[in-house]
């Protein structure tokens, strides 16, 4: 059912315009005053300043070492497969190359090669990691003066990532299945 | 042939060239950091030559200011693409940045900008029929953007053009009307004799008001800019009439609308803000010496910029009429406006005779 709203017609004083053109003039005026004087200007100069980036923000991935300083993936190769942009690209070591440097591991990749280019920072090669080896980081503005400068090679990526301390796979894994002990499971 | 007459015409025409092209530079500048400041943002403030940087204070203050940012503009519009596109009208492709920059140089002719340095008068052409001079060149500005919305073969562009015709010229009618008071008060239509009329008797402000009221909202329709930015309207025409334009054909444009909003203040001041005449320190009389001579051509200047800074700021509170709000402004509120304005000023001159 169509509604009919009444509007009233304006007055001699509002067609005149006047009153809104002051009324314009004031609030232009006003905001003028208070960004040039009471330093009210809302815009941050990036380069110079940054924000604070919040928690669980998605920047650039990066490999991450363990407490001891060794490489955490295993060339596994899930993240390689579920990356949608197909920016990751691993080479595996091989049946006789380079053993893993730690110990409860059985290989770590000859390469592993992120193109920041065609990362989407989806995050998914984060959520698919078994290792935790692999994580989002807070680097969002990565510059290079050639495509072949922003493919990171694997010790770039270590580097970048550095390590994350207390985070043991293991341990995680046990604390996660001690709180769906109980039902009903409260995450 | 008198050499004299002429050199000091080329003088003048240069220095006043420069001068607009100058103003019209620093008013795209002005433009930008005023609505930076109304829209609570900072504007442009870090073009800078390269070695600015090692100037202490003044080096930070100015590039702060964003002073150099009209000199990387124009450098920039040098240095890009001219692109034609495939479908365009060429030959009125190529005259129509012509066509609208030429009308919009031309008004400055007539305006006195000062009133005399040495024996020199400090305008370029001092016409009889200075104000006619000047609306018959206005109104060959709109050519200029017709033919750039028709050469562009594009539907955006046209609908700019269009509705530009229909705005300048039933603008150019309530303009032509409003200033009419004015010459009857003044008596006269060389536009150096209304500053010295307004030098000994006051400004024609006070004397006519609503003319300036009028010929203030037809300037804003004039040279296009919001509240009746409609040939240009970015929300709904992309672009407007220059939309398929790019590099110094552009520019040329963008010149075009700044200079005729530099003449139109530069008409303002001299019609109803008594030009280059200030009336304190004995400022009201043509100057005799060169200091006050140099001071007239400030004074006129500094009354541009306020009105300038006016158009500009008057940009960013508005919001765009309709299109038949536009035109029923236009004819049905300011013509009969224009015609009232008239009649009482001259039936009150003919009672007071």
Known sequence: ?187 | MDWNFIIFTLVKIVAVLGLLHTIAGYAVLAERKISAWIQDRVGPNRTAPPFIKYVPVLGTLLTRWGIFQPAADGLKFMLKEDFTPAGVRKIYFWLAPAVSVIPSILVVAVLPFGSYLGHQKMVIADLNVGILYTFGIVSLGVYGIVLAGYAANSKYPMFGGIRSSAQMISYEISMGMSVIPVFLIAGSLNLTQIINWQAQHGWLFFYAPLSLIIFLVASFAETNRTPFDLPEAETELVGGYHTEYSSMKFALFFLAEYSNMTASAGMMVTLFFGGWSLPVFGLDHPATTLVAGIAHILIFLVKVCILMTLFIWVRWMFPRFRYDQLMDLGWRTFIPLALVNILITALFLWIRS
């Not at chain 1, 919040?54 to 390689?80: F, H, I, M, N």
């Not at chain 1, 920016?87 to 409860?104: E, Y």
Request: with cysteine; hydrophobic share 35%.
């Open chain 1, 1 to 187: 059912m169509a509604i009919i709203v009444d509007r009233k017609s304006l007055g001699f004083w509002e067609k005149l315009y006047l009153p809104a053109v002051l009324g314009g003039l004031k609030v232009t005026m006003r905001h003028a005053w208070r960004s040039l004087f009471k330093g009210g200007q809302v815009t941050m100069e990036y380069p110079e300043q940054r924000w604070t980036l919040p928690d669980g923000y998605r920047g650039a991935p990066y490999l991450v070492r363990d407490q001891e300083g060794s490489t955490k993936c295993v060339s596994c190769q899930l993240c390689e497969f579920v990356c949608p942009p197909k920016a990751i690209k691993i080479t595996p070591p091989g049946p006789n190359g380079l053993p893993a440097d730690r110990k409860n591991a059985e290989k770590m990749p000859e390469e592993f090669e992120i193109n920041m280019l065609r990362c989407i920072y989806c995050g998914l090669c984060q959520e698919v990691c078994p290792e935790e080896a692999i994580f989002l980081q807070k680097d969002y503005s990565l510059t290079g003066l050639s495509r072949g400068e922003l493919i990171y090679n694997k010790e770039k990526l270590l580097a970048l990532g550095g390590t994350v301390g207390g985070i043991q796979k293991w341990k995680h894994k046990l604390e996660e299945a001690k709180t769906q002990e109980q039902f009903p499971v409260n995450v």
